[in-house]
């Protein structure tokens, strides 16, 4: 099997190290990790992605400590720190 030489980045989702092309959303990063919920309603409820384009605000997660952003409107960085409601 030829090994990728494509370029990848490493991102933390609830403190395991990723490795993740480059371009690609925060959502796509967390399903890609097989991180399935991205926070919990206030009556525990888990939830995901939902509308992609920001509108349903159902992927909110903590992006280097700063809460409530957007997973879907995100591209990935390098080093980025991710938490979930998974973490919870």
């Known amino acids: 099997m030829k090994s990728s030489n494509r370029p990848t980045l490493s991102l933390i989702i609830n403190g395991t190290a990723h490795q ?15 991180c399935t919920n991205t926070r919990v309603s206030v009556t525990g409820m888990p939830r995901a992605p939902l ?3 920001g509108v349903c605000q159902e992927c909110r ?5 700063q809460p409530h952003q957007l997973a879907c409107q995100t591209l ?13």
């Open 20 to 34: 993740v092309e480059p371009g690609i959303s925060v959502a796509a990063a967390l399903a890609r990790c097989g």
């Open 51 to 53: 509308c992609g384009m």
């Open 61 to 65: 997660v903590s992006i280097n400590g």
């Open 76 to 88: 990935c960085v390098k080093d980025m720190y991710i938490v979930t409601g998974e973490a919870v």
